[in-house]
Nanobody, 115 residues
Framework: VQLQASGGGLVQAGGSLRLSCATS????????MGWYRQAPGKQRELVAI???????KYADSVKGRFTISRDNAKNAVSLQMNNLKPEDTAAYYC??????????WGQGTLVTVSS
């Protein structure tokens, strides 16, 4: 299974970016797909996650600003990020978990928010 993330870049505070993650090598549905981020010197943290049944979960720091969406048919997930803040600067990783609990990670895409 491979995950390919895209959409990162440099944006000014208050701007928007959309991250996308496509998967290949797996025809089965993932029980969850989501996004994590890791800033320099910090641990990787959950940003948003979406279950195959339609539930979603967000980090408190991004609620109301970020929206996760997934396409179950394509095994793809996206993250719309609005009103970005400098503290959102990090490498963003997409994640997918199978019903066997096997987890897969994308290569990471860098988001830089300037003040």
């Amino acid at each position: 299974v491979q995950l390919q993330a895209s959409g990162g870049g440099l944006v000014q505070a208050g701007g928007s970016l959309r991250l996308s993650c496509a998967t290949s090598g797996n025809s089965r549905s993932f029980v969850s797909m989501g996004w994590y981020r890791q800033a320099p010197g910090k641990q990787r943290e959950l940003v948003a996650i979406a279950g195959s049944a339609g539930w979603t979960k967000y980090a408190d720091s991004v609620k109301g600003r970020f929206t996760i969406s997934r396409d179950n048919a394509k095994n793809a997930v996206s993250l719309q990020m609005n009103n970005l803040k400098p503290e959102d600067t990090a490498a963003y990783y997409c994640n997918a978990v199978e019903s066997s609990m096997a987890a897969y990670w994308g290569q990471g895409t860098l988001v830089t928010v300037s003040s």
